[in-house]
């Protein structure tokens, strides 16, 4: 198990109750918010939809790289490491 | 004549309390509650004097119902609903929250999207599916109107715990007398837009 911090950005940190990070151990980044929602159960809802799925609007970066671009909720984490947890911006609509 | 009188008004940035005097001339304006936030619905708690619920549908963190019992001061969120293990379907929007009957000041109703109902026995903390409804064998000609496929309506008949009426666009209104265990829809007379079975229609 490594222990990582995971950082928790904008409405995240107000759904955590103005929490700003949190320090756990876990193996990878589904491990790492598992063990977040554990700590901040008021999370689990905010972060995933009753299938398990992870909501829209939410991006994972392991240290400075999006999950997307590497293994996912798979992504390794090494001791040290920094998840956060950022409100994806999208639109463009006028 | 009612001394004063309150609005509730959702907004996509939030939600906001306009009070009036009983003339209603000049409205002072309370708020934003749950600044920065699309809420669909505002309801109030007659039954307690206290109580707000608010239907938040979020960019951020999805949707849900968040309660205040200090008329606006402070919120937090209630559990979301869900459908029962293997349902594929999934809450996607909180459409209407309504307060239930005088005789039952514990009971909440919700209307969410996909068009749902969801009952409350603990002011709102928990939901539970009405399967009777949900799971209604009409559902599955139900179709989304412009704004989605929503439970956006919930009429409690004041004189009888068992009554209510919902509606749905688009699926039409259906009618208890038994508390939601059964559901006849009453449509008749309305046009539909959608394809209609030969037993009736689906507004």
Redesign the interface.
């Known amino acids: 198990m490594a222990k990582v911090t995971v950082k928790l950005h ?3 940190s107000e ?1 955590a109750g103005g929490a700003r990070s949190a320090t756990v151990e876990a193996t990878d980044v589904a491990s790492a918010l598992a063990a977040l929602v554990k700590t901040y159960p ?1 999370l689990a ?2 972060i995933r ?3 398990g ?1 992870m ?4 991006s994972v970066f392991a240290n400075e790289e999006e999950i997307r671009y590497l293994d996912g909720e798979r992504s390794a984490l090494r001791d040290g490491d920094t998840v956060h947890l950022v ?2 911006v999208s639109g463009g609509e006028d | 004549m009612a001394r004063g009188v309150a609005v509730l008004l959702g907004t996509k940035k939030g939600a906001y309390i306009f009070r009036s005097g009983a003339a209603r001339e000049r409205w002072r304006p309370e708020g934003p509650y749950l600044m920065g936030q699309p809420v669909y619905h505002v309801a109030f708690d007659p039954r307690d004097g206290q109580s707000l619920y608010a239907g938040v549908n ?5 949707p ?1 119902v968040e309660i205040s019992r200090d008329l606006g001061k402070t919120w937090k ?1 209630a ?2 609903p ?2 029962p293990q293997g349902d ?1 379907r ?2 996607s929007r909180t459409w209407h929250i309504e307060a239930g009957h005088a005789k039952e000041p514990n009971v909440m109703w919700l209307g969410t999207e996909p068009a749902s109902l969801f009952k409350s026995t603990d002011r709102g903390q928990t939901w539970e599916s009405v399967r009777a409804l949900n799971d209604h064998p009409d559902a599955k000609y139900w179709q989304p109107g412009g704004g989605g496929l929503g439970l956006h309506s919930i009429v409690v008949d004041a004189g009888d715990a068992k009554s209510m009426a919902i509606a749905i666009s688009s699926g039409g209104v259906y009618e208890t007398s038994d508390g939601g265990k059964s559901w006849t829809r009453q449509n008749a007379g309305l046009g539909s837009p959608v394809p209609q079975p030969p037993e009736g229609d689906y507004t």
């Open positions: 904008g409405a995240f759904f008021s809802e905010r939809d009753e299938h799925k909501r829209d609007h939410l409100p994806a | 979020a960019t951020w963190g999805g849900r969120p559990k979301n869900a459908f594929p999934t809450f």
